[in-house]
């Protein structure tokens, strides 16, 4: 996967994104993203984006993270990046 990513907003817009990591939960199968926009947060951080990734004829797809115990794991992944481990 490529270091930058295009995203189209919902109102059209395309915007270019930086990838921070990309990775997969081998329990679900399921792969996802971790990608900022570079602005900045009202405690002066950088905002970070989780999408999970749907992968068809080589497109990419991002979809909304909505389910709790996908998230429990998402997190737990995203610990471990901190923690200077791989994804």
Same mark, same amino acid.
């Given at each position: 996967?490529?270091?930058? /990513?295009? @995203?189209?907003? *919902?109102?059209?817009?395309?915007?270019? *994104?930086? @990838?921070?990591? +990309?990775? &997969?939960?081998?329990?679900?199968g399921?792969? +996802? @993203? !971790?990608?900022?926009?570079?602005? %900045? #947060? &009202?405690?002066?951080? %950088?905002? /970070? +984006?989780?999408?999970?990734?749907?992968?068809?004829? #080589?497109? +990419?797809? /991002?979809?909304? %993270?909505?389910?709790?115990k996908?998230? &429990?794991?998402?997190?737990?992944?995203?610990? #471990?990046? !901190?923690?200077?481990?791989?994804?």
């Amino acid at each position: 996967m490529k270091d930058k /990513l295009k @995203i189209k907003e *919902a109102n059209g817009e395309i915007v270019n *994104a930086d @990838i921070i990591t +990309y990775f &997969s939960i081998t329990e679900t199968g399921k792969e +996802y @993203i !971790i990608f900022t926009l570079n602005e %900045i #947060d &009202s405690n002066g951080l %950088i905002k /970070l +984006y989780v999408s999970r990734v749907k992968t068809e004829n #080589d497109e +990419y797809e /991002l979809e909304k %993270i909505e389910n709790e115990k996908e998230w &429990s794991d998402v997190k737990e992944v995203m610990k #471990d990046v !901190i923690a200077g481990g791989e994804a």
